[in-house]
């Protein structure tokens, strides 16, 4: 991952008054449980907008009301309304032949797809970022790096134009996500959602204090250089096949081993595990587990080597207690 792609340094270009309203937004799970945004039920009035925005002019139609939408928002709409209705065939449709969400794929591959119960759920505003976006836009999303690992994107959309659109889910805590949609045949289609990668240039901005359990209450140690593939016994058709899969999908996911107590020090249900950079975050226990049910476990939290920071919390009925805080630098 030290090849990662320069993030573009402009900012973003914002495009005024192209939030219509507010919109009802419904999670959807199953195959397609990537998804940042899923489903969406209907669309509520909003004011008029009667400032032009230059260059969108020709994207947007009348919605019957006075109002105009930007076409990149009615793509990203059909495709929440489509998610709410399970019609997958056209979320398929709305998507780009590049997208790596495109549910028509994933069920194919045996996954189930959920879109809209009925259920009361949040509102959300779209916004058009900009409609002269570049690759570095789809890169700003999380993960994108690694659904593109192998797609020569610059080529790909070679002559295309990108677009970027942001959702805002939550007002009060400004939940966003963004969609990046790309032309294809004349059509706007969405290549890849998600939320920003707001991975900082340098990672120790993001770094808190170290702590160290000196007691191993919770934690006896962190292995950063631990290798996946460690105690898996392959036959030669086996690992015959597990080449043939790495040949298809060379990209390399670094973890690290995270060792916890025998012997728990402290009376916690719960042990999460966060890394500042990477982004992972993952628990193990519950609360309706027997405290230090998670003794003796291993976890094998993901990690960014150009360098992170593991983070290691201890739940209990009395609340969270930060245990062990450790910092990993790449070797110069």
């Known amino acids: 991952m030290s090849n990662r792609p320069t993030r573009s340094s402009r900012s973003a270009e914002s495009t005024p008054d192209t939030s219509l309203g507010r919109r009802r937004l419904l999670q959807g799970s199953g195959a397609a449980a990537m998804l940042a945004l899923a489903g969406c039920l209907d669309t509520l009035g909003s004011e008029s907008d009667d400032e032009s925005n230059g260059d969108e002019s020709d994207d947007d139609e009348s919605n019957g009301n006075g109002d105009t939408t930007p076409e990149q928002i009615d793509v990203v709409d059909a495709y929440l309304e489509a998610a709410a209705d399970e019609e997958i065939e056209t979320m398929s449709d709305l998507s780009h032949e590049l997208n790596p969400y495109d549910p028509a794929s994933w069920v194919e591959e045996g996954w189930e797809f959920e879109g809209g119960d009925g259920e009361d759920v949040p509102e959300y505003d779209a916004e058009v970022r900009t409609t002269d976006g570049d690759v570095e836009d789809v890169y700003a999303i999380e993960g ?7 797609v020569d994107l610059e080529e790909e959309l070679e002559g295309e134009s990108i677009a970027v659109v942001e959702l805002t889910v939550d007002e009060e805590t400004e939940e966003r996500s963004l969609w990046v949609l790309a032309t294809e045949d004349g059509e706007w289609k969405i290549l890849i959602q998600g939320t920003e990668d707001d991975t900082p240039d340098d990672p120790e901005e993001a770094f808190d204090e170290p702590i160290e359990d000196e007691a191993d209450d919770v934690v006896v140690g962190i292995d950063w250089e631990h290798d996946p593939d460690d105690g898996f016994d392959v036959d030669d058709e086996d690992e015959t096949a597990t080449d043939d899969q790495d040949d298809e999908f060379d990209f390399e996911v670094t973890q690290a081993e995270v060792t916890l107590t025998d012997s728990p020090g402290l009376e916690a249900h719960t042990v999460r595990i966060e890394s500042a950079i990477d982004g992972y975050e993952g628990e193990i226990g519950g609360p309706d587990r027997e405290p230090g049910g998670w003794a003796g476990m291993r976890l094998y939290p993901t990690y960014d080597p150009d360098g992170d920071q593991i983070e ?10 930060v245990v062990h805080r450790e910092q990993y630098e790449p070797e110069q």
């Not at 994108?144 to 192998?150: L, Y």
């Not at 290691?312 to 207690?321: K, L, M, Q, Y």
């Open 312 to 321: 290691v919390t201890a739940i209990s009925d009395d609340g969270e207690t």
């Open 144 to 150: 994108a790096e690694f659904w593109f690992h192998d």
